[in-house]
């Protein structure tokens, strides 16, 4: 059918991650990494680095972990539509649940729709080893460029 998912992603894991190098620089001085992309999901980590904290202890900056929900869905869509430079966050919904303390943080992004002008998914934010010890939670949409 049509609408059936494809088997397997439309671009590996290293064709995003040297766009990111080449393209997002920032991504990796705020030590943000795509791990691995599948079919409709992406996995981005934030590598902990004590200059991304925020006042008060090693809880990480709010900032980096929308920027990390944010890599996470974009990796999403990737996944299906390839590489796509130019699509861009039309709205991010972050709940922060528990803080992120002194460790990497995981976000498993999730793309819910792909549609010809908007692609829509959702984020979980977690530490390595505790999926279901959720630190955060994001839907995030984006508007795809004309073609």
Same mark, same amino acid.
């Given at each position: 059918?049509?609408?059936?998912? !494809? ?12 766009? /990111?190098?080449?393209?997002? !620089?920032f991504t990796t001085e ?17 590598? /902990? ?5 925020? !006042? ?6 709010? !900032? ?61 934010? /977690? ?21």
């Amino acid at each position: 059918m049509a609408n059936e998912p !494809p088997i397997q992603p439309a671009v590996g894991i290293e064709e995003v991650r040297a766009f /990111f190098v080449a393209e997002l !620089p920032f991504t990796t001085e705020f030590g943000i990494v795509p791990e691995s992309i599948g079919v409709d999901e992406s996995l981005a980590r934030f590598i /902990f680095n004590n200059r991304m904290i925020r !006042p008060g202890g090693e809880i990480v900056a709010g !900032p980096i972990l929308m920027a990390l929900a944010d890599t996470a869905v974009y990796v999403a869509i990737f996944s299906r539509a390839g590489i796509v430079p130019m699509a861009v966050t039309n709205d991010l919904k972050i709940t922060f649940l528990r803080p992120a303390i002194g460790r990497d943080v995981l976000a498993r992004g999730r793309l819910l729709k792909l549609g010809r002008r908007v692609a829509y998914g959702s984020v979980d934010l /977690f530490h390595p080893g505790e999926p279901d010890r959720l630190l955060a939670h994001a839907t995030s949409s984006y508007v795809m460029p004309d073609e």
